[in-house]
């Protein structure tokens, strides 16, 4: 053979196996393989708020700890609802991001949802299902409502103070167990409310606070995103009860507990479902039995007897044989709100629109 003919003899070899290589590199078995799922999350203030937001990006590190290299997640913060959400979920969809957690009320429209057919959406705390859209939330009420309990046993007056962010159904539900749990360890304390009309607005969180204990509060309660109200409450050293997370080592003085959130195995579950194509719009409600709900570590301020009388508490709700909003519930003006023998419903409390008797303030803001 001459020299010519083995060179092209070499030549043709080489196309050939790139050939090879070419067809299973580009393979439908191999590009599934071999790409990596992106799941995003929308946050309404920052990543380490200490509180909501920060429960929530815990729960998206927990699935990137999980699934390791077959994720790539990332987190967008301090998005505000409308424009600036539209524009936040346009630059995802643009990056390949399938999968997006919405972890605040009102960030997901039907026009959203229309927009972008081929993505998966999950909002938290809202009402609103498409085929595309889910919503999830909890009874995070129940641990609320035991964390009253403790307010209500560390209060040495008759007023505890409550500070509230939206008048919006999520956020008086919360406000009334608080009352109801507190009214168990307390009777016949009254719990004031302080809006604030923001999710996180530590500055006005803390002027809440100010003005419930200016006003009489002996213990700090709150439904809003930053340990601001903590922070006050330990400076005039009152006890205090957080939300949605441990903010504990802000004010550990002041600390009794709070309601907490672990969205971890949740966001697993439906992150999960996405990648193997099983997602299916729903609607989740979690409680202390699956573990969505808890109640964070006590502080010093808590007694045993307390502990124990919370404990007995937390059983029943798990058991069924306690529920808060059991009748015979009245409102503020006295009205029979829900009859003896009658429980609502998820329906029921998600269209809250009236305080319990024993709260001050409007349901109106």
């Known amino acids: 053979m001459t020299q010519r003919k083995l060179a092209l003899a070499a030549v043709l070899l080489v196309i050939s196996a790139a050939s090879v290589v070419l067809a299973l590199g580009t393979s439908p078995g191999a590009a599934k393989s071999s790409s990596v799922f992106k799941a995003a999350w929308i946050y309404v203030g920052p990543h380490n708020d200490g509180g909501w937001s920060q429960a929530h990006e815990a ?50 429209t039907p026009a959203i949802a229309a927009k972008y057919p081929d993505v998966d959406f999950e909002q938290a705390t809202g009402t609103y299902q498409a085929k595309n859209v889910s919503e999830y939330f909890g009874a995070a009420e129940d641990t609320v409502f035991l964390s009253g309990m403790a307010a209500g046993a560390a209060a040495k007056c ?14 008086i539900r919360h406000a009334n167990a608080f009352a109801l749990g507190a009214q ?10 302080v809006w604030t009309n923001s999710w996180f607005d530590p500055a006005k969180e803390k002027k809440a606070a100010q003005s419930l204990h200016a006003a009489g509060a002996c213990v700090l309660g709150q439904n809003v995103d930053s340990p601001a109200t903590g922070q006050y409450a330990q400076s005039v050293h009152v006890p205090w009860v957080g939300y949605d997370s441990d903010s504990s080592k802000f004010a550990p003085k002041s600390w009794l507990t709070g309601s907490v959130y672990n969205w971890g195995p949740y966001y697993l579950k439906r992150v999960k479902a996405a990648m193997n194509g099983t997602w299916k719009s729903g609607f989740y409600y979690g409680s202390i039995n699956d573990g969505f709900t808890k109640l964070a570590p006590y502080g010093p301020g808590v ?60 349901p109106k803001g």
Do not use: C
Request: proline share 4%; hydrophobic share 40%; charged share 15%.
């Open 59 to 108: 729960g998206r590190q927990y699935v990137q700890k999980m699934l390791g290299s077959k994720v790539q997640t990332t987190y967008k913060e301090n998005i505000a609802v409308g424009a600036q959400f539209s524009q936040t979920v346009a630059s995802l969809v643009a990056q390949g991001y399938k999968l997006i957690f919405a972890t605040s009320y009102g960030y997901i």
């Open 158 to 171: 008759n007023t505890i103070g409550f500070v509230v962010a939206y008048p919006i159904p999520e956020v």
């Open 184 to 193: 168990v360890t307390h009777p016949g304390v009254a719990v004031k409310l």
């Open 303 to 362: 007694s045993a007897a307390t502990k124990a009388t919370i404990a007995s508490k937390e059983k029943a709700i798990e058991n069924g044989s306690f529920y808060e909003f059991a009748g015979p519930l009245y409102d503020q003006s006295g009205k029979l709100r829900v009859p003896k023998g009658k429980k609502m419903t998820v329906n029921q409390l998600y269209a809250m629109s009236w305080l319990v008797k024993g709260v001050i303030g409007s």
